[in-house]
């Protein structure tokens, strides 16, 4: 599923949809302009770590993504498998997929997204709070990573599936992701928590069509072990440069030894068969949010280490799979800039990276804590 053809077909739904159907979408005419603005005068959004927030926050944070999934959706004529608000949110990054990962605007794109995602909970389903975030090194061990607090049962997103030992049914498994997965422990339909038994309309692999299953979860915290170890964070953030940054960040390679933050948590915790391991529609797993709220706020830390160099500072292919992250092969591709557009169809204007280099600009507006 992560091979070239399906960078083509990507392309070539995207294109498609733009073309066929207009939607009236939310604008956000002043995001270019605003970027440049301060956030003074606006209320910031503190971000803040799952297990520092008081339980009761945590239950509003769940009961609002859960309100999410029950509110209509507004693109259910473009997109097929979208039912509710939420699904509005998986089918965007379903098809902006093949332009958004192992590629220059990975975490550009995704910040923005993120935003989108916070800002929908608080104007659609009253949340008062900001998007909470996950700091996996308090979680990076064999033992302890299946405890983490954000896999709780009452105050978190519920835990592991039930082991299924047998995933090689290509019927029940249709879609498996490619790298071999290392001591996998779950692979069941997750039968616990506030999620417990949801049915996700679309996915895996790249597809808006209605497909609902349940949400699988297939831990492996051997792979979290490695992958998201502290000297792999502390690479990340002891990197010199954009470019080197985002290596830290995307990984080298598929196989086990190449994964690093962004890979270790989507493949810890979707392992081999779960929605969180793939690259189209992992955030049919509400803990993609966390995920990418865990990147982000690295970025973020990355970015005030050297603030002055730093809030202007992108590189990397404007193709995914491109050098350095020519995991398949050479792929042509030219560099991307702050001017590189990012698209968010029928989620308001396009932006371009420059609009997201700065969390506490007046469009973000946000800060971590
Ligand atoms: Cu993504």
């Known amino acids: ?24 979408a939310p604008t956000t005419d002043d995001i270019t302009t605003a970027a440049s603005a301060s956030c003074a005068g606006k209320d910031v ?14 239950l509003d944070y769940i009961n609002a993504v859960k309100c999410l999934m029950k509110k209509p959706s507004k693109n259910g004529e473009v997109y097929a498998g979208a039912k509710s608000r939420y699904d509005d949110f998986l089918a965007l990054h379903i098809v902006e997929t093949d332009l958004i990962h192992f590629n220059g605007p990975f975490l550009a794109w995704h910040r923005w997204f993120l935003h989108l995602f916070e800002q929908e909970l608080r104007n659609t389903c009253g949340y008062k709070g900001a998007q909470p975030y996950w700091d996996f090194s308090k979680d990076n061990t064999i033992n302890g990573f299946s405890k ?14 039930p082991y299924v030992a047998d995933v090689s049914d290509p019927i029940t498994f249709p879609v498996t992701t490619p790298t071999i997965i290392p001591n996998r422990t779950g692979g069941g339909c997750l039968d616990n928590g506030p999620f417990s038994g949801l049915v996700v309309n679309m996915g895996l692999g790249l597809s808006t069509d209605y497909t609902p299953h349940c949400l699988r979860r ?26 080197d940054f985002s290596i830290k960040i995307q990984g080298t390679s598929f196989e086990v030894s190449g994964l690093t933050l962004h890979a270790g948590m989507h493949l810890g915790i979707g ?56 995991f398949f092969g050479d792929v042509p591709y030219k560099n991307i800039t702050l001017d590189f557009p990012l698209q968010y169809p029928y989620f308001g204007k396009n932006l371009t990276v420059r609009d997201v280099m700065d969390t506490k600009n007046a469009a973000l507006c946000y800060t971590y804590a």
Do not use: C
């Not at 959004?45 to 945590?58: D, G, N």
């Not at 170890?229 to 954009?242: F, Q, T, W």
């Not at 690295?298 to 730093?310: E, F, G, L, P």
């Open 1 to 24: 599923m992560y091979l070239p053809q399906f960078v083509l077909a990507g392309l070539l739904l995207v294109a498609g949809v733009q073309q066929a159907v207009a939607v009236p």
């Open 45 to 58: 959004l503190v971000r803040k770590e799952w297990r520092s927030l008081p339980k009761p926050e945590r």
């Open 148 to 161: 983490s607090p954000l896999f709780d049962v009452t105050h978190g997103l519920g835990g592991n599936g």
């Open 218 to 243: 297939d831990f492996s915290p051997v792979l979290v072990s490695q992958a998201l170890s502290n000297s792999n964070l502390k690479a990340a953030l002891d990197a010199k440069n954009y470019f």
């Open 271 to 326: 392992g081999q068969v779960g929605d969180a391991a793939d690259m189209y529609s992992s955030p049919g797993d509400p803990l993609f949010w966390f995920i990418h709220g865990a990147l982000d706020k690295i970025w973020d830390q990355w970015q005030r280490a050297n603030w002055s160099v730093r809030k202007s500072e992108i590189a990397g292919p404007d193709t995914n799979f491109a050098y350095p992250f020519n």
